[in-house]
């Protein structure tokens, strides 16, 4: 999909949803990105319309990418749903669920394939999540089946406060790299894991 936002333009939404929650505006759990957005401007280059983009429970810039109006995304954020974002008109969903939008993406893919359809899934997951059992089952499924499916892996080395290779070494990128579903690419996180890291009390 071409778009003509710019890393900039995605950073600003971000940053008026920090404040948005700083100012309780919003009263329940964000998750904010920063840092990565010239690599999904360039994934989502591969992204048509019609495709389906299954994301995780920090999908704002996903959304913004798909197509969702800016104003659309941010009064959903404001009805609370920052985590669990969905637009049908779109075809973009997420899940507050670690790894829980792995099998949902490789359902879908296998619909499309049963059907014969031209579409193909998106399915965008961190670097912890990737190695969760529910998700290596879904990406061993849609290799077996041969699904129309991406599983977009985005290590930015931490699963909340842990360091990624602590517990895993370098198997992520490996793993990730090895498999025909997978693209795999590393950032670093320009904002806390959850929240705007300091206690805002409503």
Not at 17 to 28: A, C, M, P, Q, V
């Amino acid at each position: 999909m071409e778009t003509n936002l710019t890393p900039d333009d995605l950073r600003a939404f971000e940053l008026k949803i920090f404040e948005l929650f700083k100012n309780k505006k919003i009263s329940s759990p964000v998750h904010l990105r920063g840092g990565n957005e010239s690599q999904l401007i360039e994934i989502f280059k591969d992204i048509n319309e019609d495709d389906y983009c299954i994301c995780t429970w920090a999908s704002h810039i996903e959304c913004l990418l798909k197509g969702v109006p800016s104003r659309i995304l941010e009064a959903a954020i404001l009805r609370n749903k920052s985590i669990c974002l969905a637009f049908k008109d779109y075809n973009i969903l997420s899940s507050a669920i670690v790894g829980g939008n792995g099998p949902i993406a490789t359902g879908i893919a296998q619909g499309i394939k049963w059907r014969g359809a031209e579409q193909h899934v998106w399915c965008f997951v961190g670097d912890m999540s990737f190695y969760t059992g529910i998700m290596q089952e879904s990406i061993r499924y849609a290799e077996v089946c041969d699904l129309p499916i991406t599983f977009v892996v985005a290590d930015n080395g931490v699963s909340v406060l842990t360091p990624t290779k602590t517990c895993w070494g370098d198997k992520i990128q490996k793993l990730a790299e090895k498999s025909s579903k997978c693209i795999y690419y590393s950032y670093i996180n320009e904002f806390p894991h959850a929240g705007i890291g300091e206690s805002v009390l409503f």
